[in-house]
Antibody
Framework: QITLKESGPTLVKPTQTLTLTCSFSGFSFSTSGVAVGWIRQPPGQALEWLALIYWDDDERYSPSLKSRLSLFKDTSKNQVVLTMTNMDPVDTATYYC?????????WGQGTMVTVS | DIVMTQSPLSLPVTPGEPASISCRSNQSLLHSNGYNYLEWYLQKPGQSPQLLIFLGSDRASGVPDRFRGRGSGTHFTLEISRVEAEDFAVYYCMQSLKTPYTFGQGTKLDI
């Protein structure tokens, strides 16, 4: 069974850096074709794709947020870490961790982050 | 970025009746390999989104056959043959042809 779970702070102050961890099980970055990404959803709003990291260390970012985002994958721990710098109240959202290169077949439960 | 536009944004439906949601992109989502990189997701209240349709028309594992994805290029539709109570939720289309992947605004299916 494949699962993903997000963890991190629920509240951050403006200008601070957000660090979220996606811990997963049931698959590994040692396998070709694996990718883990992040998607967010402000309260009552639509989904927004943020970033994706592949088994081969390739990374893709939303151009509008690229200067603020970075991804790190820890293959030994089955984790992906997302950092977002210079947080602003408009970044308040539920952040989801997802598995997949294109179609996201598995989603984490999401973690709500408030910037205030 | 590829812009995705869904319509309608709200769709009143009676249980047992059919429903159809439109999704348009400002660039063709048809890859040279013949596949359309268009997905449909369903988000029930308080839950994470779940994949319904990938590659424009392929149902994800466990998705009932009352859900059907159609279209190619820049115009796609999600059809529900007979809406059931559990289908009342928000539906999103997403293009995965090029990063940044982009979503439509969402369509709320309600009674």
């Amino acid at each position: 069974q494949i699962t993903l779970k997000e963890s991190g702070p629920t509240l951050v102050k403006p200008t601070q850096t957000l660090t979220l961890t996606c811990s997963f099980s049931g698959f590994s970055f040692s396998t070709s074709g694996v990718a883990v990404g992040w998607i967010r959803q402000p309260p009552g709003q639509a989904l927004e794709w943020l970033a994706l990291i592949y088994w081969d260390d390739d990374e893709r970012y939303s151009p509008s947020l690229k200067s603020r985002l970075s991804l790190f994958k820890d293959t030994s721990k089955n984790q992906v870490v997302l950092t977002m710098t210079n947080m602003d109240p408009v970044d308040t959202a539920t952040y989801y961790c997802v598995k997949g290169i294109r179609a996201f077949t598995i989603w984490g439960q999401g973690t709500m982050v408030t910037v205030s | 970025d590829i812009v995705m536009t869904q319509s309608p944004l709200s769709l009143p439906v009676t249980p047992g009746e059919p429903a159809s949601i439109s999704c348009r992109s400002n660039q063709s989502l048809l890859h040279s390999n013949g596949y359309n990189y268009l997905e449909w997701y369903l988000q029930k209240p308080g839950q994470s989104p779940q994949l319904l349709i990938f590659l424009g028309s392929d149902r994800a594992s466990g998705v009932p056959d009352r859900f059907r994805g159609r279209g190619s290029g820049t115009h796609f539709t999600l059809e529900i043959s007979r809406v059931e109570a559990e289908d009342f939720a928000v539906y999103y289309c997403m293009q995965s042809l090029k990063t940044p992947y982009t979503f439509g605004q969402g369509t709320k299916l309600d009674i």
